[in-house]
């Protein structure tokens, strides 16, 4: 990776000092030295946006086009949609171009690269020209007074009138992640709202460790929790619940709550019945693996009533079946923990900062943006999107 022409820390005094050189980091860090502040971007880390590095499959999922406030978890769901507006994906998608880095829409408007996801870090990082960034040295002390923010890190004292939070979620602490965010936010006295892993495989216990004999099979599936429900693939693992439909339901998940499974999404309430006319002799078994995979669909059938050939139930029974495998209930008994998952829901409460300028009300020139903050986005460029949004917010507020 070029850092170009980037230099440790040049002077002691800046106009903003950012924490945290990840997506929302360097995007605040570029919109604000871009208007003519003098910036210092601190990272523990030895490189910059590591999480953007490995994000995506390494094809980095940069945004989404679908991007509206009701596909983020929030405290106050209305909290996302000013900045949000003012910095759009087509917004990025014009500096992605402008960079000349080739991208593509996958599925359901996600926009990836063609190439690797380095070519978002080291735009970023060209966008940053004008700013000081200091790698490799964890902030030991944040004091505040007469105005300024006196941030000292590797044996250095900083200072400015102006701080921006932006050192992320506690996801994945070996890729450097911390709750620092939050320790900051409570020592200035904003609330935080509980952190829970999100976008997160579910664990089973032992009633339904028999499914882990399917680790590695998936299916389409509505997966529901609550109210909310999503359609994309489900995978087994062997230890619990994965893929695209659980991450997405995860992230709403609470301990105790179950979550409905919709097997046969394409199939009417009637559809086992409708086979029973046309093909009496067929075993349920077979019929189910005309419409799941195989290993799934043996597994589903040795815990629905047994039968030997759809002739020998009733309409009622088939009909009870035919419902049962469109809300299987899963009763997981955890997630896989910070350790692996993709995002953070919870965080620094919104009820504190401003929606235009990310700012926080009572602490004036203190900030916080992208993942540290309570808004948490689906599965898709969703949390890239906020990130890049809310570091624009407070970019041209500093
Ligand atoms: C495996 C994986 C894949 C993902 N893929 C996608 C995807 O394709 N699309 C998408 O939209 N989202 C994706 N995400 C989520 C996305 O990466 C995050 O939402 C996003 O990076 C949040 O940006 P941020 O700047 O707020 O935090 P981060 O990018 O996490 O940056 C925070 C920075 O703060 C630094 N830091 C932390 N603690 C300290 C400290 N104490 N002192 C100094 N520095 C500190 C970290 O080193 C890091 O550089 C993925 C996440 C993971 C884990």
Known sequence: MVYGAHRIASVAAYDVIILGAGAAGMMG?????????????????DEPGKKILISGGGRCNFTNTATVADRFISANPHFAKSALSRYSPQDFVDLVEAHHIAWHEKTLGQLFCDGSAKQIVQMLIDECAGVDIALGHPVSAVEHGDGQYRVTYGGRSVSAPALVIATGGPSIPKMGATGFAYDLARQFGLKVVEPRPALVPLTLGADEALFQALSGVAAEVVAACGKTQFREAALFTHRGLSGPAILQVSSYWRHGQPIGINFT???????????????????LRHLLATALPTRLAEMLAQRLPFGTELAGFTDREL???AARLADWPFQPNGTEGFAKAEVTVGGISTDGLSSQTMAARSVPGLYAIGEAVDVTGWLGGYNFQWAWASGYAAGMAV
């Open 29 to 45: 860090a570029r919109v604000a030295s871009q208007r003519g502040r003098r910036v210092l971007l601190i990272d523990h880390a």
């Open 265 to 283: 999404p394409d199939h009417p309430r009637d559809w086992i019945v409708t086979a029973k006319r046309e093909r009496p002799r067929v075993s």
């Open 319 to 321: 009909t009870e079946i």
